[in-house]
T-cell receptor
Framework: GENVEQHPSTLSVQEGDSAVIKCTYSDSASNYFPWYKQELGKGPQLIIDIRSNVGEKKDQRIAVTLNKTAKHFSLHITETQPEDSAVYFC??????????????FGKGTHLIIQP | DAMVIQNPRYQVTQFGKPVTLSCSQTLNHNVMYWYQQKSSQAPKLLFH???????NEADTPDNFQSRRPNTSFCFLDIRSPGLGDAAMYLC?????????????FGPGTRLTVL
């Protein structure tokens, strides 16, 4: 099955600086890579996703890059703000036609924005 | 607003006493998932329904069962909860993974086993 590794487990950055979280996956057939933000006591919320036919995707301060050859993808947050503090999970999925697949999550990164 | 709803948000049960967690959705999605998330860990998929078809993950204990009586509702039954089953249980939905795999999560039910 799929295995997703995520680094770092904890990331502390100064407000206004950029944050980068990296993930690798094992199954070369995986083709959908979402990122979730989870605040304390809440369910994960999708913040951005990328599919394997795209190398980069950006949404305001958040961007994701995908390198299918190397099987890794990264989340970039620019101009970080205190409300960005949360646990971030990467995930991978094989969205095969005709079937349903759950997500395989990384272990999460606790992002701390220092004021 | 269309959403995924989980009830209750907090559930306390006794060791060995059966418990049922519920999930409902107004998104009219075909797929519903149950994940277990232990403290400071990633969510782990337990099983999912694609319409009425039930799919169990290979390492999901037999102690965990699920029911989906209709499109909107899905239940997680824990037949004999142990201390190790204390966790956050997350329900998620997706429209049709063959085209759009985006999963929408509910707020979760935190289960405590005494």
């Amino acid at each position: 099955g799929e295995n997703v590794e995520q680094h770092p487990s904890t990331l502390s950055v100064q407000e206004g600086d950029s944050a980068v979280i990296k993930c690798t996956y094992s199954d070369s057939a995986s083709n959908y890579f979402p990122w979730y933000k989870q605040e304390l006591g809440k369910g994960p919320q999708l913040i951005i996703d990328i599919r394997s036919n795209v190398g980069e995707k950006k949404d305001q301060r958040i961007a994701v890059t995908l390198n299918k050859t190397a099987k890794h993808f990264s989340l970039h947050i620019t101009e970080t703000q205190p409300e960005d503090s949360a646990v971030y999970f990467c995930a991978a999925s094989l969205a095969s036609g005709g079937g349903a697949d759950g997500l395989t999550f990384g272990k999460g990164t606790h992002l701390i924005i220092q004021p | 607003d269309a959403m995924v709803i989980q009830n209750p948000r907090y559930q306390v049960t006794q060791f060995g006493k059966p418990v049922t967690l519920s999930c409902s959705q107004t998104l009219n999605h075909n797929v519903m998932y149950w994940y277990q998330q232990k403290s400071s860990q990633a969510p782990k998929l337990l099983f999912h329904y694609y319409d009425k078809d039930f799919n169990n993950e290979a390492d999901t204990p037999d102690n965990f069962q699920s029911r989906r009586p209709n499109t909107s509702f899905c239940f997680l039954d824990i037949r004999s909860p142990g201390l190790g089953d204390a966790a956050m249980y997350l329900c998620a939905t997706s429209r049709d993974p063959s085209r759009d795999s985006e999963q929408f999560f509910g707020p979760g039910t935190r289960l405590t086993v005494l």
